[in-house]
């Protein structure tokens, strides 16, 4: 007997539905379910706000989302509370979620009125825009007023974020360390205290070496290793250290000229950041003379500048670690 088209489709649909009957689906997964659910709730948000434009233009008012922005982030919230914590594949992210959504549908509407939007997130800082992903359009930290290297670009908004900058070049860590901004470089403070980092003590640059070229005079032998006293219990975990860290180093002449400031008088260093200086003494850099081996290079913070002298006289020293 003939079966019509429309008989053999029946079959085809009654029986698929009752073997789908007869063999029920398996649970959902609680975080398939609460992102399933997110999405529901983005569709259902970009419909509100798109449906508000909609009515705004017929009406020709300003589009109201007030039904819209009260309830997304609430559903959000509410489906990761459901779905118990770190559940979820995305925690929190309503807030940055209804801003992308409103974004979207923003630039929706835009383009329907006949208009044109920029593309924030492409790459390509646009009019509109400070900044897009990677690209900075040049500016940095510094240009924003602030110092440091940190200054990002905000996705979704492609404005400039600041976080990472500091509204001051010094930072006082409270552990008898300096962190310079400008440079990324953490110094060591001076005091009175009688101990490694006492203002007091002066050191060679070499002393063993008939040539005295090589780096094995007090400088190094006592005074970086008296602040890089570290050690381990266990073979794995370190401790100690001046500050916490075991990096410390004699600074380059150029890094050392970084702190030279004469608006300060005699000495020419900001003592109320790296502590008391002596005005008439000079600090040892590690930077070797180019044109002879056995003097090296210094700054004598009585007037700001740097000098040469032989690596068997002494100086004071002031430690430096980070940078190059």
Not at 148 to 175: H, K, M, N, Q, V
Not at 203 to 225: I, K, N, R
Request: glycine share 14%; hydrophobic share 30%; charged share 20%.
């Amino acid at each position: 007997m003939r079966r019509s088209l429309w008989g053999v489709l029946s079959c085809f649909f009654l029986c698929g539905f009752l073997i789908v009957l007869s063999h029920p689906a398996a649970a959902v997964e609680p975080a398939v379910k609460c992102e399933a659910g997110k999405l529901k709730e983005a569709g259902k948000y970009g419909f509100c706000r798109l449906k508000a434009n909609s009515k705004a233009v017929k009406k020709g008012e300003v589009a109201d989302y007030t039904k819209c922005t009260d309830k997304f982030p609430l559903k959000f919230n509410a489906l990761e509370t459901k779905a118990g914590a770190s559940v979820c594949p995305s925690e929190g992210d309503g807030t940055s979620m209804e801003t992308r959504i409103t974004t979207d549908t923003a630039e929706i509407a835009a383009l329907l009125s006949g208009g044109t939007v920029t593309e924030c997130g492409n790459g390509v800082v646009e009019t509109g825009e400070e900044c897009d992903f990677g690209d900075l359009n040049g500016e940095t930290c510094t240009t924003q007023g602030m110092f440091g290297d940190g200054l990002a670009c905000t996705p979704g908004t492609c404005g400039f974020d600041t976080s990472g900058c500091s509204a001051t070049r010094y930072e006082d860590t409270g552990l008898g360390t300096v962190i310079d901004h400008q440079t990324s470089l953490e110094w060591q403070k001076t005091d009175t205290d009688g101990g490694v980092t006492d203002i007091t003590p002066t050191y060679t640059w070499t002393e063993s070496d008939a040539d005295h070229t090589d780096p094995d005079g007090t400088v190094f032998t006592e005074f970086l290793a008296g602040l890089n006293n570290c050690g381990s219990g266990d073979g794995t975990t370190v401790s100690g250290g001046y500050g916490g860290h075991c990096d410390w180093r004699v600074p380059q002449i150029g890094e050392l000229l970084t702190i030279v400031d004469c608006a300060f008088g005699n000495p020419c260093i900001d003592q109320s950041v790296f502590g008391p200086t002596p005005a008439s003494s000079g600090y040892w850099s590690s930077s070797t003379w180019l044109g002879n081996e056995d003097a090296a290079w210094g700054v004598g913070f009585t007037v700001g500048s740097a000098y040469l002298d032989g690596k068997i006289f002494i100086a004071r020293v002031r430690a430096v670690r980070g940078g190059s």
